[in-house]
């Protein structure tokens, strides 16, 4: 693994380059997890074993998280991430490893949102894989966050962070998961992310920006799927999150589709076993047999 920067407009972000034991250029993969997570999390997970089955995978810092530059910090702004993960496929093109002809995408949850948003616009992103994801519009958002009015609340708190923050600089923060503040983003209590064994590491501090509401209920992922031609792979379960997500979004792709449905819920596939493993034998295999050098 070698710790990498790169440019993304006006901040440099840091990464985890993962390399596989082999010669001559390889197929790249740039890799991504949930909202509001570091690379440690679950990405650096599944970019080793990417690179263990032969892929050079990028995993890497959002721009006002975790290593990398960029303020407000915590601040989730899907098209942001879409335009870092673009640049993530600058850096990955031009690295000496990897064959700029042959460049895949790997999200996890909500990253497949973000992945997929860059791959409808970016044909050098050749093949697509989408490991437990989350994928809304406005329809799923109602479904998730209480209805109309329950949207409506957070977007006037989000209007009500955003004037405070211009006028004063100030983020208002609430805790990603908790199960004692009712406004945090998921609030029950979630073992991934509480547990410093599994994913609450040091370099994720738990809080997320409260005018990210906006942004973050008004992304509308299932549009994209029209807009993907390239062979995209889902990898997903019945008790993981929004599964109708997945199926809506999987029947308006325009291209080569797969979806596979395994066990498990949707933490398990972050860090647990057989899940893990399970996603990242799929979309190699997917990634095996999409990323050839005959581009016909």
Known sequence: MEKVRFSAGDVTLTGNLFLPETTGPVPGIVVAGTWTSVKEQMADRYAEQL???????LSFDFTGYGESEGKPRDHEVPERKVHDIHHAVTF???HSAVDPDRLGALGVCAAAMYMSGNAAA???????ALVAPWLHDREICHQVYGGADGVAGKLAEATRARARFDATGEVEYVPVVSGSDPRAAMPFDIDFYLNPDRGGLPQWPNRFAVMAWE??????????APRITQPVLLVHS?????????RR???GLAGPKELIWTDGDQF???????????AAT????????TLTTNRS
């Not at 019945?238 to 997945?246: F, H, L, Q, S, V």
């Not at 190699?284 to 047999?289: D, E, G, I, R, Y």
């Open 92 to 94: 990955l093109a031009n």
């Open 215 to 224: 942004g973050w209920l008004g992304y509308d992922s299932i549009s994209l």
């Open 51 to 57: 690179a263990d089955r032969g892929f050079a995978a």
């Open 282 to 289: 799929a979309a190699a295999a997917h990634f095996t047999h």
């Open 122 to 128: 970016d044909p050098r992103i050749r093949s697509l």
């Open 268 to 278: 398990a596939f972050y860090d647990q076993e057989p899940q893990v493993t399970t």
């Open 249 to 251: 979004f999987y029947a």
């Open 238 to 246: 019945e008790d993981a999150a929004i599964p109708n997500g997945a």
